[in-house]
């Protein structure tokens, strides 16, 4: 029987008001495109799990099992993403809109004409040091394009990971499976959104939001897809 411990350079608990909090990783196998997450849930968490748990589910993996992912060959890059792309921001956490592709993709889910209000708006803004004014204007999930680029894994460097679609509902699917209270989470270093949950769970967003806040789950190539919450005072997890 061992211990789970957290990921390199991550902290197992963090302190909310009052109350503390673990924040458990839980390491699978490498998720491709097409698998099942209630399967996913049933493997790795469903036997951890308690109730009172919050589960934390990357949106990466929910939207390979979904299916929310736009191939390179799918894209035909044109002259706009190419200029666009070359005066972007270079995000030290990774390829963002500086990324070409990303930026066709961006274009193709919002159009030529948001993407160039978005860049132009943006631009005006960094001399006084504003961040995300893009991402606010673009919209429709352009701001959780993943992939297209080769940081941790080969395997997503010929796709782009977009936001999964309905994640209120995958959430529910697994609530209604399995029991399992859960969320759909972007987040990386920068910080962190709440993409979708199950309805059951009664914690707002903002405070879902501070129990991740320093990203448990890392950005390197860590294979924690799923965080599993749980108040200390319940805290007597182990894995065989």
């Known amino acids: 029987m061992e211990d789970i411990k957290p990921n390199e350079g991550r902290k197992l608990e963090i302190s909310l008001g009052e109350e503390v909090y673990c924040r458990y990783p839980i390491k699978t196998h490498f998720v491709k495109l097409g698998e099942d997450y209630i399967e996913l849930v049933k493997k790795y968490v469903l036997p951890l799990y308690k109730e009172g748990d919050i589960l934390s589910m990357s949106e990466k993996v929910i939207s390979l099992c979904q299916g929310d992912v736009i191939l390179k060959d799918d894209l035909k890059v044109g002259k706009l993403a190419k200029v666009l ?60 394009i993943d992939g297209f680029c080769v940081v941790a894994y080969d395997y997503y460097e010929d796709k782009g990971i977009l936001a999964p679609s309905n994640p209120d509902n995958a959430c529910q699917n697994i609530k209604d499976q399995l029991g399992v209270d859960c969320m759909v989470v972007d987040a990386n270093d920068l ?17 879902l939001s501070k129990m991740i806040g320093d990203n448990p789950a890392g950005q390197e190539g860590e294979q924690t897809p799923f965080i599993l919450i749980r108040k200390k005072e319940q805290d007597n997890i182990e894995v065989v």
């Open 85 to 144: 792309s070359g005066y972007a921001y270079k995000n030290p956490a990774g390829p963002a809109m500086d990324n070409v592709y990303k930026m066709q993709a961006a274009i193709k889910i919002a159009g030529p004409i948001r993407i160039l209000f978005a860049s132009f708006l943006s631009a005006l803004s960094k001399p006084f040091g504003v961040r995300g004014v893009f991402y606010k204007v673009a919209g429709k999930g352009v701001r959780n």
């Open 191 to 207: 910080g962190v959104q709440i993409l979708g949950k199950n309805k059951e769970i009664g914690y707002e967003n903002y405070m």
